[in-house]
């Protein structure tokens, strides 16, 4: 079982920046794929990035250019810089782990935060 948490959601102006941490509970999680995935009201949960446990990254299109993802297995962490807001951004934000493989797609990732809540205004 691998239990994780995020931090670091908030509010920011349209243009601005927010940087998310995940944690993760245990050493085997070193091995997966760790994903940041969003979720708006009444729409699917939306991948946006992840990096597999060699750092390779893949990136929505979505966000591309504009938000990075990152990990530090050293210290069970995992991040989400997220640059250039846009009121569309705004969702809950969720960490999650895949101990199979690396993509975007939700069904892939068996393990699951409780998300954070992050706002942008314009």
């Known amino acids: 079982q691998v239990q994780l948490e995020e931090s670091g959601g908030g509010s920011a102006q349209a243009g601005g920046s927010l940087r998310l941490s995940c944690v993760w509970s245990?050493?085997?999680?070193?091995?997966?794929?760790m994903g940041w995935f969003r979720q708006v009201p009444g729409k699917e949960r939306e991948g946006v990035a992840v990096?597999?446990?060699?750092?390779?990254?893949t990136v929505a299109d979505s966000v591309k250019g504009r938000f990075t993802t990152s990990r530090d297995n050293a210290k069970n962490m995992l991040y989400l810089q997220m640059n250039s807001l846009k009121p569309e951004d705004t969702a809950m934000y969720y960490c999650?782990?895949?101990?199979?493989?690396?993509?975007?797609?939700?069904?892939?990732?068996?393990?699951w935060g409780q998300g954070t809540q992050v706002t942008v205004s314009s």
């Open positions: 245990t050493y085997t999680s070193s091995g997966y794929c």
């Open positions: 999650a782990a895949n101990p199979i493989g690396s993509n975007l797609k939700e069904s892939s990732y068996t393990f």
């Open positions: 990096v597999d446990h060699d750092d390779t990254t």
